[in-house]
Every structure is written in structure tokens, then in C-alpha cells.
């Protein structure tokens, strides 16, 4: 039996969260960047950028300093494992969404999600 038939097959799927590249909402945790152990950000000169160049979601940023684009971040954390000063540490999103919430009700200066 030939493969003829079954080039034409696609996906049933519909759209979620996560289509189009973007996370979602079933990201476990994200990378942040500790600007005081980051080298790029200390010497204030391009350096390093080793996150950049591991990352494969290509969500790192090669400025001074880095920056991570958090819709698109999945969380793998190749970028922490890969840093060699160990700048960046993974922090569960769970507890950044009560800390946003804490934040928000004591600011009470911009809308709350």
C-alpha cells in the first residue's frame, strides 16, 4: 500500500491558548534575569549573551540589558541551566500571579486581571 492517500490528511484541532507561538496560560514557570549577576548588564557592554543563543524560542533579547518576551516564553529553562554566572533562576508563575494580585490591590492605581 502507497503513501499517495495520506499526503492530503491535515489537522482536526482548533485554536487555543497556546497556537500562533504564544504560551498560554499552562506555563509552569519563567526565567527572570537577576540584572545584578548578568554580564551584559554589569559591563554594560555586549557580552556573554549565552541565554540568547540557547534559547530555542529565540525570546531573549540581545540588549543591554536582556530582556525576555513572556507572551512567547514557554519556561524550559535552557536559558537558566545555560547561564554561566547563573543570572537567570526560574520562578513559579503561580506565585507571580499572587504577587501581581497583592501588588494591585495596594497600588490600586491600575486594573486589576
Do not use: N
Amino acid at each position: 500500500m502507497g503513501t499517495r492517500g495520506y499526503r492530503y490528511k491535515t489537522s482536526h484541532s482548533l485554536a487555543g491558548p497556546g497556537d500562533g507561538g504564544k504560551t498560554g496560560s499552562w506555563r509552569v514557570q519563567r526565567p527572570v534575569i537577576d540584572l545584578e549577576r548578568c554580564t551584559p548588564a554589569r559591563r554594560k557592554a555586549e557580552a556573554c549573551f549565552i541565554c540568547w543563543l540557547y534559547c530555542p524560542d529565540c525570546v531573549i533579547s540581545r540588549s543591554i540589558p536582556p530582556t525576555i518576551d513572556y507572551e512567547y516564553c514557554k519556561g524550559c529553562a535552557i536559558c537558566a541551566e545555560e547561564c554561566p554566572t547563573k543570572a537567570i533562576t526560574m520562578v513559579d508563575e503561580a506565585g507571580r500571579q499572587e504577587d501581581d494580585e497583592q501588588t494591585c490591590s495596594l497600588e490600586g492605581s491600575r486594573p486589576c486581571t
